[in-house]
């Protein structure tokens, strides 16, 4: 191992700081370098940071190059913030926990570190202490047999109610769940995972509740965690109530105990690692006998990490997907019980994740005409119905905004309302509304019926907070319903101002607009100019739900180019089709077989690898591009999920094919 030391600087002098501090100094491998606070003057810090290099401001700690990497131990409400300026910084993190608020933030955290090629860890020191593996050894030895349920809770008493403070105030994120919830959530999952040879498991079902104080944070709480493997794990946390703390894990054979299995028995500084098995009645006690540091142990694993140009932590350490499992619990926890913090509604989160004001509109995505349109509107739109929360969402909408996206794709039916609720909140909150091409839908199955329009659009604009959409589809067609209805319908809201800008349908067949077309020549209304139909590399050979329609068809094909109608596609990217959850010997997913499976359309696929293989990219990018270059005025809708999927879709705008490369990757020649 290298002679050479981390140099840590530390952001926020509190009292998790002072043990991170002690550990560095009885760690192998790290120094501390500085410590970073808003007030120098503060009179605790010269004793509980001796000899400590002070500086004045947390962005001046991150611009120092006298620091490697960075201890973050600030409220949890900063945690997200200033671990994404660090990766900016280009330096490594120790996140104290929780690593942020939500499994949105943390995923957003680890992108910033995935570009800048920075380590990032969550500081769940109990995790690389020696009592961890040991008790690892012991589950899969069979110490108990079978692991059949876990017990584990971590809760403590404030005596009495405090709104200010940190662990009740709700702009602080306090409760349980969030400041030691995580302890006993990781533990049965690496425990869980231990049972079946892996580093750790995710539950398959999780069910929590929990006491909520006037600020709406949790005084106590409690949840089940179901794993596939029959282990259910009961968790219990509190920040009112002082429950036992210890950890026991029930086997076919016996049961395992430790006590404040987070500091190894001990405290915030040294912990022997007690672990007692109990079987047929008689108890055995083993003691791993540790007298170093208890927060040695993280910082020599982070600096190895670091050293081995790794960016997370080696088990059992916390990973990180085994970060984001983590998180995914306690947000599922904190929805069972009703917790959404005051920081996370958007009459607070004024800023992007990074506390800076929403950047411009200009990126790597770059803008186009469309027809009918006045504004200048962004090559592709964003999909964004899977989320359910502010806070999760406005994370996508402001990277979305940033990358020089325009175009929101809501609908009526999308989340029962709350995706046009969470559009209309966004824009509000950053002042994007007139610079946005807002599409909207209505009229879905079953009620495709042109009184239906008026009505629904009403209650759109409503949850959108605007008075109108820049672009409108009837969702679904009706063909027992006279065409030139629906057309009415419609263009009686272009001039009421309510639709500014093209409209037409989502899911309609050549020979329906057609007819739309013709009877708004005939009758002088305005003429349906757009659909929304799915279009990809791949053709989807049968509906994936009903009422659905493809244009991905050679026939389809020449009548958008001779009409130029433009498609805004859906599923442009073929649902997984190009990744490598498909292929012929894949069969587990249900609806990519019966969709997309037969000989052409992997002759296609097989087409995008071989030139994406020949441009350096995925043939996901090569089959976006794909719908990019069409002879029409083509718009792919994307949905992604996370930033990675975000950026990675934004890597098509890298090729620029030509038709013959369009014509090729289509029908091979």
């Known amino acids: 191992m290298t002679d050479t030391k981390i140099r840590w600087g530390i952001i926020g002098p509190g009292s998790i700081a002072k043990a991170f501090f002690g550990g560095v100094n009885g760690s192998r491998h790290g120094v501390i370098a500085a410590i970073a606070t808003r ?4 009179p605790n810090l010269a004793t509980d940071f001796p000899g400590i290099r002070v500086v004045k401001g947390y962005d001046a700690l991150l611009a120092d190059p006298e620091i490697d990497a960075v201890y973050i131990a600030v409220p949890h409400t900063g945690h997200a913030e200033w671990a994404i300026k660090a990766a900016e910084a280009g330096k490594h993190v120790l996140v104290e926990k929780p690593f942020a608020l939500s499994s949105f933030e943390i995923s957003a955290v680890l992108h910033a570190h995935e570009q800048a090629g920075t380590f990032a860890g969550e500081a769940f020191m109990y995790r690389l202490h020696p009592q961890t593996a040991r008790l690892i050894e012991l589950i899969q030895s069979g110490a108990i047999g079978e692991v059949r349920m876990i017990q584990s809770s971590f809760g403590f008493s404030m005596g009495k109610f405090q709104p200010d403070h940190r662990l009740f105030a709700s702009e602080l994120a306090g409760g349980g769940i969030l400041d030691v919830g995580g302890y006993p959530v990781s533990m049965a999952r690496l425990i869980a995972g231990a049972a079946m040879g892996k580093p750790f498991a995710d539950p398959v079902k999780v069910a929590g509740t929990a006491k909520l104080n006037a600020e709406g944070t949790d005084d106590w709480a409690a949840a089940i965690l179901t794993f596939e493997n029959g282990i259910v794990a009961q968790v219990s946390c509190a920040v009112m109530a002082n429950l036992d703390n210890v950890l026991r894990i029930h086997g076919s054979e016996g049961r395992i105990e430790v006590p404040d299995f987070w500091f190894a028995g001990g405290d915030r500084t040294r912990g ?6 109990i079987r047929n009645g008689q108890t055995e006690t083993i003691s791993v006998g540790e007298q170093r540091h208890v927060y040695s142990f993280e910082a020599d694993a982070a600096a190895e990490a670091i050293f081995a140009k790794r960016q997370e932590l080696a088990a059992p350490g916390m990973s990180w997907a085994d ?7 306690l947000d599922q926890w904190r929805r069972d019980a009703g917790i959404e913090f005051s920081v996370e509604k958007p009459s607070t989160r004024t800023k992007t994740l990074a506390n800076r004001t929403l950047g411009p509109n200009t990126g790597v995505i770059p803008k186009r005409s469309i027809p009918g349109l006045s504004k200048q509107a962004s090559a592709v739109a964003l999909g964004f119905e899977d989320f359910r929360s502010f806070a999760s969402g406005a994370i996508l ?13 809501t609908a009526f039916v999308y989340g029962g309302g709350y995706t046009e609720k969470l559009f209309g909140e966004w824009h509000r909150n950053r002042g994007t509304r007139e610079g ?17 329009i008026a009505k629904q659009l009403t209650q759109s604009l409503d949850r959108l907070q605007t008075d109108y959409l820049d672009i409108y ?3 679904r067609d009706n063909p027992e319903v006279p065409v030139g209805e629906f057309v009415d319908a419609m263009d009686a809201e272009v001039k009421a101002g309510r639709i500014r800008g093209p409209f037409g349908g989502s899911n309609w067949t050549m020979e329906r607009f057609d007819e739309a077309v013709a009877y708004a020549e005939r009758t002088g209304k305005t003429r349906p100019m757009a659909l929304s139909n799915n279009f990809a590399l791949s053709e989807m050979l049968v509906p994936i739900w009903d009422g659905c329609v493809t244009s991905a068809s050679d026939e389809w094909k020449k009548w958008l180019t001779d009409r130029q109608v433009t498609n805004f596609s859906w599923s442009s990217q073929g649902r997984g089709f190009f990744t490598d959850r498909a292929g012929p010997d894949k069969t587990d997913n249900e609806e990519l077989v019966r969709c997309w499976y037969n000989d052409k359309n992997f002759a296609r696929r097989d087409r995008a690898i071989e030139l994406g293989e020949q441009l350096g990219h995925n043939p996901i990018h090569i089959a976006l591009a794909f719908v990019l270059a069409q002879p029409f005025p083509s718009i792919p809708l994307i949905g992604p999920r996370t930033l990675g999927e975000l950026d990675d879709s934004l890597k098509a705008f890298e090729i620029q094919l030509t038709p013959d490369q369009v014509a090729w990757l289509d029908h091979g020649k």
């Open 323 to 329: 970060s984001l499992g983590n998180a995914r619990v």
């Open 473 to 475: 589809f009837m969702h």
């Open 39 to 42: 007030d120098p003057s503060k």
């Open 436 to 452: 946005a091409v807002l599409i909207g839908k209505g009229a879905h199955s079953p009620l495709v019926y042109p009184d239906v």
């Open 397 to 409: 909408l402001d990277a979305f905004w940033e990358r020089g996206g325009n175009i929101f794709d």
């Open 272 to 277: 022997e690692g007690r672990i007692d098995i």
